[in-house]
C-alpha cells in the first residue's frame, strides 16, 4: 500500500525533529529526562511540525496510549467538546504517571470552549498535561497562554527544506535535478 510521503517521513523521534535552535531543543531533552512536561502551547504557521513535536513528546515521555487524547479542535472546538470528552477523561485515573490531552488547532475553539478548558487545566493539573497547539497565539485567551509555556515553532529554513526534500526523494528513488 502507498503511504502519503507526510506520514511516512513525518519525524518519529527526537532525533529526528528539527527544532528552531539549541535552547529549544534543550528545553524538550530536559522534558524527556525529566520524564515529565508543563502545560504546553506550541505556535506557528500550518506544516511547521508542532502536532510532530506534540506526538514525539507523547512517545518519548512513554505515555501509554490509553492516557493520550487528540482532539482535532477546528472540527471539535465547542464547549461541549471540552466538558464531555476532556473532563471524562480526564476525570480517569491515568495508567502511567500522567494523560496528555492533545488539543490541535486550539485557534479554533470557542471562546466558551477556551473559558471551560481553563478551568479543567487548573482541576486536572496533577494527573492531565495539555499540548494545544495553534496557528495564531493572538486567538487563544490570555488565561491559557497564562497556564501553558509557549514555544514558537517555526519553517524550516530554505536549505534545511532542500536538504529534506532531496532525501526523499532519493529514498522513493525519484530523478531530480538541483533546480
Known amino acids: 500500500m502507498k503511504d502519503l510521503w507526510v506520514e511516512k517521513y513525518r519525524p518519529k523521534k527526537i532525533e529526528e525533529y528539527v527544532f528552531k535552535d539549541k535552547a529549544q531543543k534543550r528545553q524538550v531533552e530536559r522534558w524527556i529526562a525529566e520524564k ?22 507523547c512517545k518519548a515521555l512513554e505515555v501509554e496510549e490509553a ?3 487528540e ?6 472546538n465547542n464547549v461541549d ?5 476532556v473532563v471524562n477523561f480526564s476525570q480517569t485515573m491515568p495508567w502511567g ?13 470557542t471562546l466558551h470552549g477556551q473559558a471551560a478548558l481553563r478551568g479543567i487545566m487548573e482541576q486536572y493539573h496533577e494527573v492531565s498535561r495539555f499540548i494545544i497547539t495553534c496557528n495564531y497565539p493572538n486567538k487563544i485567551i490570555p488565561a491559557i497562554h497564562s497556564r501553558c509555556q509557549v514555544l514558537q515553532i517555526n519553517a524550516l529554513d530554505q536549505t534545511e527544506f532542500t536538504v529534506r526534500a532531496g532525501e526523499i526523494l532519493a529514498k522513493e528513488n525519484v530523478d531530480r535535478s538541483e533546480e
Open 67 to 69: 492516557d493520550v487524547l
Open 36 to 57: 515529565s512536561i508543563p502545560h504546553l502551547l506550541f505556535s506557528g504557521g500550518p506544516g511547521t511540525g508542532k502536532t510532530t513535536l506534540a506526538k514525539i513528546l
Open 97 to 109: 504517571e500522567f494523560k496528555i490531552i492533545v488539543l490541535d488547532e486550539a485557534d479554533y475553539m
Open 71 to 76: 482532539i482535532n479542535a477546528s472540527r471539535e
Open 81 to 85: 467538546v471540552v466538558r464531555n470528552k
